[in-house]
């Protein structure tokens, strides 16, 4: 496979690139510093194309990080997008415009040239090219246009090619693309990526977007007197999604060279198509579905009637032709503005990187209310209610794979609980799970859900209920654990200040062979609500005395019967009493989506030394109540939490009169939901 | 005082342009990261402008070690000559001429913004022309001819320009000069500094200079057949100390501009007259005395009839002209290649700077033995013989300045030895002069030469005698101590594989208002000829028993007796014998500057354990024997070691009789000389 390091993959061309990597087969590692862009964007792009993408917050100038990098993989090209963009702050702080562009970049190539890495896509700009209508025949501009940025911003873009042309003048074997961008406009179909200025927008498209969505008064429509069809001056706009395409075209055109053979070489990126101000706007407007407020003022200093680009260059020599269009465009970014009106921030919403290394933590923050996830298993490693932490966890990420582990905070999946003789026959189909727990499987198999690394989150926020959503999802393959069929799964959280829900959604891949499969989810969480060394002291309050019958190894029965003590919905210590059964709520489930249902509330449980309460609420039919009487592992003895794992009937994928609890057919939904609310006693 | 940063001070323009800044009254302090240059050159300055400058071995590229200066310092202005400069070299390495130039300026600017110091001199090339014989009426060249570099060097100082430009037009109350060099050639006319160009010549000069000192062997002429006088190409040769000049007058220019105005602009430093390689070669060889051997052949790839500077600009705008000819720079450079053959480098002489922080130490090591001196006092820190210590020192030079400290290894002046009364009468005026040991004057007084800092070395190599030869220069101000007259004070120290040599050359500066002074210098080092706690088993001989008689509190009667033990040239072994006696060599000096006589043995000492012996010989006519009996400082106590000081008769300053020793007109030269010779004793 190759491997290809993205400099400035975070970014808006540069996340766009890195999906079309991975959808063509590249290996891909992202280094961005992070200045200009969000790792919300790494974290979608993951989420989109579901694959890891190995990702290093290193700023280029430290070559030292860097090196390490090149160190660590064997990297087969470079394509730098790093550096700072806006032209306008370029004119008010060039120190900073140079030092990052043309100082990263020269940091760059230095380990490059250490590590005999010579292959490089540069991303480069049509600023560079600075006014060309000064010369006689070069609208459209063709490569052989003499250069001449009128900013810094361009400036750095024509020094970093300059050094470029160097190195290879010294050194023939290096192959270097220098892709002059026009305007790169839109944003990736899903939606969940696109272009997230900071400022005011210094490009059409944003700005226009930012009027559409409330952020913006009007748009300045700079001069409507050139001579064009509608008197506003012409560009050259691309769909970013193709732009990025041109750059897979650059790699392919830089490994198809003879052994040998080097380059260094200008390749313009546009459409070769001109479209106006005016086209623009209406293209857009039509994309809201209303006209957007404008103003005509005066021309602006330096701006020319056309700077469209002659593309022949790249449409013959790298076989790539731009295939969107502008309303192509202006719907996909109409589409990634609605769906993230603020770009990537989600309030309270942060990711902590200083944890676990490499890892990233993802924290949402409330006043009284701190909520903590990992990728590894969906895994909840954290929850604090008025800064007391309520669930067992590790400081270190890489205790959560340690064997004595017992699911701490972990998504358990495909199916929760203890499956006899690691067995499942379904439709007359016998499938044979991972068997993990002597001839049983337990909560999926040996690598069960709670070791799987989520894609994501997608964040979003929903003010209404002030609530901060995380969506993560995961990729399961046939034959994983033994269990058929390819399954996507959603898990989401969705947090408010005192409480979060847990969303399960799981369906059949359309790539998927087998028709069928069995899902039944859960959350692993273990609570203590008190400091105490054990949750003896701990009142419980059950909404159900009925309980599944299983034998003396904890295997289901296939029977169900009620509990004489303790009684329904009343109040007890849990003192000596110990549980790891699963309580039934409901005697069956109405729909394979148990989301569609309302909750039942499952159980209370509070703790009168920290005045503490949870309420567990859920859609689902059963809960395993379990009194972590066998928890032995760093820092946790036995007691040291209990878990409330909501799902389908112990023993549903077993027993066939339950079946249909788990049972998931492709084009079928599996959903679920369990909200936990954590309150004070005395309210 | 202004205070100017230079950095790349240590180089070949940079080190004549920090000459002509302290003679023209600026503090400089110089940064060099000396890949490119040596030390030596800063030594050497100093040593030529009798004063100190301030020194930083730092890499622009290092702005936190260069932040640290600007924070130290209010600086001004900045003079930025740092920077790698061999076209050919550049067109393979670019990325490290990019790298070492454009990213040490942007570190270098960053910096200079943070501390709001906006007043740079830049020195570019005109090399940033490339050929402007392409353009038409651009010969002269005028800064307004259109750039065009052709080769990454070049291209770096165009980069540069560029970024200052920015700059000036992001925030105009920069103030930037943009020097742009024609052909520098020349040296220092005192013929210690110059090029020193590593590896082959690129320069003509540099070329000629090394055929004519035999290390090429004929100079290669590219090409006779262009449009010139004789076929050859025509460029434009500039004096380095005119074109030094230059700087002084653009930093001028600069402070003259009314208050809140900036500029960036660019000036030529040129003659204004073109030489061709025929007119620079004959120039030479009659500098040389005769013709140098040259050849034919064919152009070289680039080379353009005439580069010649227009330098209207910067004679009117900034009052300054090139006035040295092409033949001054040749006399220069020859003075300055016959003195330096090798250039700066000296064999067996080491730069030691782990030592004591910014103080340099300076190393003469051969395989046996290793002498070392500082420049405070002059001081011999070290002295090593077969590995063994022979002296002793301090390990931190900071020690030497403490009180205690009884002068180890110090060169002792004005006067050495006792003063009485602290007074001195010469010629019936009588001078008061520091008295800090009671009522009497020690070893020159409290600010003695061996508190100074002396400016130097000049390093020199003897391959016929195999002698390292480090001199340094003290100026010794009117009013110093008390004494009269201004002195230049040389100590040179020549060192052979077995011994080394102290000279001393003092003479009243001719800008003395005094006519008249009196010196009397030493060396006090202090021996131990083995790794034993005190000297008592150590072996004397002794070849005078004469000794100048002194009172209880040592000072001098003014009478010389003869001791009846020891004997002369008997060996003895000291124990409890204690020295602390002015012993006489011969009965008056016949010349004040005795280096013209012949060296007498003073005395042998050795020791059995060790096997080692000191023979010491002089040219002066006295010596005190001090047998360390009142040592009592850090690691050394009472017979740690004696010392040996050689010198005029004790008193010889106060009484008349002996006067004439010590006395020091104007117009004369006062000289001494002592050699310190070590072997095994079974030698």
Redesign the interface.
């Known amino acids: 496979m190759t491997t290809i390091l993205v400099t400035g993959g975070a970014g808006y061309i540069g996340s766009h690139t890195v999906i079309e990597l991975i959808n063509s087969g590249f290996r891909v590692i992202v280094v961005d510093n992070l200045v200009n862009a969000s790792y919300d964007s790494i974290s979608r792009v993951e989420y989109i194309v579901k694959k890891k993408v190995i990702f290093y917050e290193i700023d280029l100038r430290d070559s030292e990080k860097l090196s390490k990098v090149f160190d660590k993989y064997k990297i087969d090209a470079v394509i730098h997008f790093a550096g700072l963009k806006a032209v306008g702050e370029s ?5 900073e ?3 990052n562009n ?2 990263g970049t ?2 760059l ?2 380990v490059m ?1 250490q590590h005999d890495v010579k292959n490089i896509v540069f991303s480069s700009s049509a600023t560079v090219y600075g006014d060309a209508t000064r010369f006689k025949d070069m609208i459209p501009i063709p490569e052989k246009c003499p250069t001449g940025p009128t900013n ?1 911003y361009g ?1 750095t873009k024509l ?1 970093i090619e ?2 470029m042309r ?2 290879y ?2 050194d023939n074997k290096w192959r270097i693309a220098l892709l002059r961008y026009f305007n790169p406009i839109g944003a990736h179909q899903s939606g969940l990526i696109g272009e997230d200025p900071t400022g005011i927008p210094n490009n059409l498209l944003p700005f226009l977007a930012q009027v559409a969505i409330g952020r913006r008064q009007k748009l300045n429509v700079f001069g409507n007197d050139y001579d064009s069809h509608d008197g506003t001056p012409i560009r050259d706009y691309i769909h970013v999604v193709d732009l990025a395409k041109g750059h897979i075209a650059a790699l392919s055109y830089l490994a198809n060279l003879k052994p040998k053979e080097g380059i260094c070489r200008e390749w313009n990126l546009g459409t070769g198509k001109g479209s106006t101000v005016f086209d623009i706007y209406h293209s857009f407007c039509k994309a809201v579905g209303h006209d957007l407020p404008y103003e005509i003022v005066g021309r602006r200093s330096g701006d020319v009637l056309n700077l469209t680009a002659c593309v022949t260059r790249a449409n013959e020599e790298l076989k790539w032709k731009a295939k969107l269009t502008v309303d192509d465009a202006c719907r996909d970014l109409w589409n990634w503005t609605t769906k993230n009106p603020q770009g990537f921030a989600t309030p309270h919403y942060h990711i902590a990187d200083h944890l676990y290394g490499e890892q990233r933590i993802h924290d949402v923050i409330f006043e009284n209310f701190k909520f903590s996830v990992a990728n590894v298993g969906a895994t909840i490693v954290d929850v604090e209610v008025n800064g007391h932490p309520v669930v067992c966890n590790f400081q270190r990420l890489s205790d959560y794979a340690a064997k004595e582990n017992p699911y701490f905070g972990a998504t358990i999946g495909r199916v929760a609980n203890r499956l006899p003789g690691a067995k499942i026959v379904i439709e007359g189909h016998t499938y044979d799970i991972d068997a993990n727990e002597g001839k049983n499987s337990l909560h999926g198999g040996s690598h069960g859900f709670n070791s799987k690394y989520f894609f994501g989150p997608v964040t979003s926020y929903d003010s209404k209920a002030e609530a901060v959503i995380l969506k993560f999802v995961d990729f399961d393959s046939d034959g994983s654990n033994g269990y058929p069929g390819d399954l996507n799964t959603y898990v989401s959280y969705i947090v408010t200040p005192h409480s979060y829900k847990i969303e399960y959604e799981s369906s059949l891949d359309s790539s998927s062979k087998s028709p069928v499969t069995v899902v039944n989810l859960t959350n692993h969480s273990y609570f203590h609500l008190s400091d105490e060394s054990n949750i003896n002291e701990t009142d419980f309050k059950l909404y159900t005395n009925k309980c599944i019958d299983t034998d003396t190894s904890l295997l289901p029965t296939g029977t169900i019967s009620k509990l004489t003590q303790p009684k329904v919905m009343e109040k007890f210590r849990l003192g000596s009493n110990a549980f790891d059964n699963c309580f039934v709520l409901s005697d069956d489930v109405e729909s394979l989506d148990t989301r569609k249902l309302k909750a039942k509330k499952a159980l209370e449980v509070s703790n009168s030394k920290s005045n503490l309460q949870l309420k567990v609420y859920t859609t689902e039919p059963a809960f395993q109540l379990y009194t972590g009487d066998e928890i032995a592992v760093k820092n946790y003895g036995k007691r040291s939490g209990f878990a409330v794992e909501t799902s389908r009937f112990l023993g549903a994928a077993t027993f066939e009169k339950w079946q249909r609890q788990v049972i998931l057919h492709k084009g079928d939904l599996y959903g679920a939901s369990t909200t936990y609310v954590f309150s004070s006693l005395d309210h």
Chains 1, 2 share one sequence.
């Open positions: 004119t008010k702080i060039p120190l415009y140079f030092d043309v100082g020269i940091s190539l230095k040239k810094p400036h020094v300059g050094i160097d190195i003048a010294s």
